[in-house]
């Protein structure tokens, strides 16, 4: 198993620009996660999907559009890129009824 | 609804002890514990239950008061290996979103 992949592993937008993060898994996994990391702020949630065609907003949803229409597949787009969205963004996944969360390696994205 | 985790950061030399604390002001139904290495993903390390007993493995274990909605992780005999930056992350519900707090960054030192 390749568990949890995030391509691209980094990025330079200018401000304006638009860009989709991709996140796969598999492992069948039911529940997936958007997260972003800035310094000082730890962890912060995006947007998460507790299966195909469900998603919700997480702490930090402005900004950001997401969509699941396969269980192993979570994009995460960004409609018009600003400098406040320069960060590390994580995608994760479990399965339902299960407590452990695995991480992609992340994404390191740059807004000039 | 971001839970608190304190002390921010810990330098302490090998062998050492440390207690990493994590409270939230609503109440919960689980507490996981996470590690992070410096420009690596988050790992998970144990989940705390409500109702559930005191987890640990090796050196590390953790406890969930669900009358205070706090959780502490000790660390027992630190070694280099536990450096990195631990977080908690709090479920309000079975299977719900996790939201994590901002992390507390331990520094072992020979």
């Known amino acids: 198993n390749a568990g949890v992949t995030q391509t691209p592993k980094f990025q330079v937008l200018k401000t304006g620009q638009s860009m989709t993060l991709q996140c796969a898994q598999d492992m069948n996994h039911e529940y997936m996660s958007w997260y972003r990391q800035d310094p000082g702020m730890g962890l912060r949630l995006i947007h998460y999907?507790?299966?195909?065609?469900?998603?919700d907003q997480g702490e930090v949803p402005n900004g950001y559009n997401v969509s699941r229409s396969t269980t192993e597949d979570f994009p995460l787009r960004l409609l018009s890129a600003a400098p406040s969205q320069t960060s590390v963004y994580f995608c994760?996944?479990?399965?339902?009824?299960?407590?452990?969360?695995?991480f992609g390696p992340g994404t390191r994205l740059t807004v000039l | 609804q971001q839970p608190v985790q304190s002390p921010q950061a810990v330098i302490l030399r090998e062998g050492e002890d440390a207690v990493i604390n994590c409270s939230s002001s609503?109440?919960?139904?689980?507490v996981h514990w996470y590690r992070q290495k410096h420009g690596e993903a988050p790992v998970f390390l144990m989940i705390?239950?409500?109702?559930?007993e005191q987890k640990g493995h090796d050196k590390i274990s953790a406890s969930f008061n669900e009358k205070k909605q706090q959780s502490s992780l000790y660390l027992t005999a630190s070694q280099l290996s536990y450096s990195g930056t631990y977080f908690c992350g709090t479920e309000r519900r079975r299977d719900d979103k996790i939201i994590f707090g901002k992390g507390t960054r331990l520094h072992i030192l020979p």
């Open positions: 609503k109440a919960l139904y689980s």
């Open positions: 705390l239950l409500k109702g559930g």
């Open positions: 994760a996944s479990r399965r339902v009824g299960y407590n452990e969360q695995f």
């Open positions: 999907s507790v299966g195909a065609g469900i998603t």
